[in-house]
């Protein structure tokens, strides 16, 4: 069995969709035209609590897009090094064949019939040989361990969204962040030329000019100010 020159995109990470729930959450505190907001018992200014959930959200979202950079790059040495596990098979008397990546493919073909038997087992036999290849220079490189921790961070991300969503914004800046999270988790696997992306990036940066106006000192989730270095940390992870 030759070698696959297969190529292969996998997805680890599934995102629920979020676009319902964080106009609700914020109409239940009352506005402040600030980042700071008093606290209802202390009578003290606190920081928006919406705006320190965008940012645990935000410190969450570049780790794990830095670890799906990480896991495709292995994935794809692997791929090349390997190829993805595989085998074929000649069917008798049409002389078509197939291609299979699991025993239970080849099973679901050959099923019980006693004339494909040897053809079965030949087959299973080549792709467990495949797959043990493919297991050695995996642990080698360190694929499986990387895509194990994608999507363990895939899932606190998702935890700090809902924890994001559920936080009334008290600011500017804590609806900006709420903004900044649904466009950037709407654009993960979607083409953002596409309603509602180019809506709500319009209605992002509105929100931006105002309140960089009214919070000149404030640091505005999704402006250029905050969106430049986040670039820069997941291209350098």
């Known amino acids: 069995m ?20 964080t106009s609700v959450a914020t109409l239940a505190w009352p506005f402040q035209g600030k980042v700071q907001a008093a606290d ?8 928006d609590p919406a705006l320190l959930a ?22 794809t040495k692997l791929v090349r090094e390997v190829g993805f596990p595989r085998t074929t098979l000649r069917l008798p008397g049409s002389g078509e064949t197939l291609e299979f990546f699991s025993p239970e493919d ?12 040897d053809l079965s087992t030949k087959a299973k036999a080549e792709l467990a040989e495949h797959q043990a290849r493919w297991d050695v220079v995996d642990e080698q490189l360190g694929y499986s361990t ?20 559920a936080t009334p914004a008290t600011s500017l800046a804590g609806i900006a962040g709420k903004l900044d999270m649904i466009f950037h988790e709407g654009t993960i696997w979607e083409d953002d030329t596409e309603f509602p992306q180019p809506q709500i990036r319009s209605a992002l940066r509105d929100l931006i ?20 270095p986040a670039r820069r940390a997941v291209s350098e992870a």
């Open 54 to 75: 965008w940012q645990e959200w935000k410190a969450a979202a570049l780790r794990t897009e830095a670890l799906c950079h990480k896991q495709q790059r292995l994935e």
């Open 146 to 165: 990387a895509k194990q921790a994608e999507v363990e961070a895939g899932e606190r991300e998702q935890d700090l969204i809902d924890a994001l969503t």
């Open 209 to 228: 000019r105002i309140g960089q106006v009214l919070e000149p000192n404030a640091l505005m989730p999704g402006s250029d100010r905050e969106a430049s």
């Open 2 to 21: 030759a070698d696959s020159d297969h190529s292969m995109t996998l997805s680890f990470v599934t995102r629920r969709r979020l676009l319902v729930g």
């Open 106 to 117: 080849i099973e679901a073909i050959c099923g019980s019939a006693p004339e494909m038997a």
């Open 40 to 47: 209802p018992q202390t009578g003290h200014d606190s920081p």
